[in-house]
């Protein structure tokens, strides 16, 4: 148990569904991230929040969209998705947002069709 | 480019055996992680390091953060194959922070 939870685990969806992938985080930590894993591709970082505010984001395509309503909880809402989007999608948090110790949930596993 | 480059990318060994892996940047970071990750979970944090020279050891696992703050490697000795996994170096150069691309351990029985 790492203290940050991710859901769902796996999902599958078409290139016109809207899907939301939550995290949720019980550590009491300051800053939130998602990250994305691709086969053969090393960790890419594509937002950071602390303390419920955006403080970056790597040219990410518009169709992911974050959202952090508090601290513990952080949100990656999936609109018109391509099939290059499948991908591990990873949820992490640290005391402060220079992210040493990160601690990530188990992550959610995304197929688009 | 990468600016935390990881060697090898790949290694298979046999179980007993060690090995080194390696962590390298033209950066001074102020400290570097590794992390181990196994297949369909996220990276779990092995050690985090933050002196120049420090060594800290894990069981098996030996981590050391070079003298300049530019490098680091994790030793195992004896691998078992409960130390098959992806293992990932990060840190923060006092500005933003970066992963490596990984290597890959595979210890066979």
């Known amino acids: 148990e790492t203290g940050v939870t991710q859901t769902p685990r796996h999902l599958v969806m078409g290139m016109t569904n809207k899907k939301s992938l939550k995290c949720e985080q019980h550590l009491g930590h300051n800053a939130m991230y998602w990250y994305k894993q691709s086969a053969k591709k090393p960790l890419e970082l594509m937002f950071v929040?602390?303390?419920?505010?955006?403080?970056e984001n790597n040219s990410v395509p518009s169709r992911f969209s974050p959202e952090c309503p508090n601290s513990s909880h952080l949100f990656l809402h999936l609109h018109t998705l391509q099939p290059e989007d499948s991908a591990l999608y990873l949820c992490?948090?640290?005391?402060?947002?220079?992210?040493?110790?990160?601690?990530f949930g188990a992550g959610t596993r995304l197929s688009v069709l | 480019t990468q600016l935390l480059e990881q060697s090898p990318q790949f290694l298979s060994i046999q179980e007993g055996e060690n090995l080194t892996v390696y962590c390298n940047s033209s950066s001074v970071f102020s400290s570097l992680q590794w992390y181990r990750q196994e297949p369909g979970e996220g990276p779990v944090l092995l050690v985090t390091?933050?002196?120049?020279?420090e060594v800290k050891k894990l069981k098996r696992l030996t981590f050391q953060f070079g003298d300049a703050r530019k490098d680091s490697s994790l030793h195992i000795t004896a691998a078992q194959p409960g130390d098959t996994g992806l293992y990932l170096c990060?840190?923060?150069?006092?500005?933003?922070?970066?992963f490596g691309s990984g290597t890959k351990l595979n210890v066979k029985p």
């Open positions: 992490a948090s640290s005391q402060d947002v220079l992210g040493r110790s990160q601690y």
């Open positions: 929040y602390s303390l419920e505010e955006r403080v």
């Open positions: 390091v933050v002196t120049g020279g």
């Open positions: 990060a840190g923060d150069d006092f500005n933003k922070f970066y």
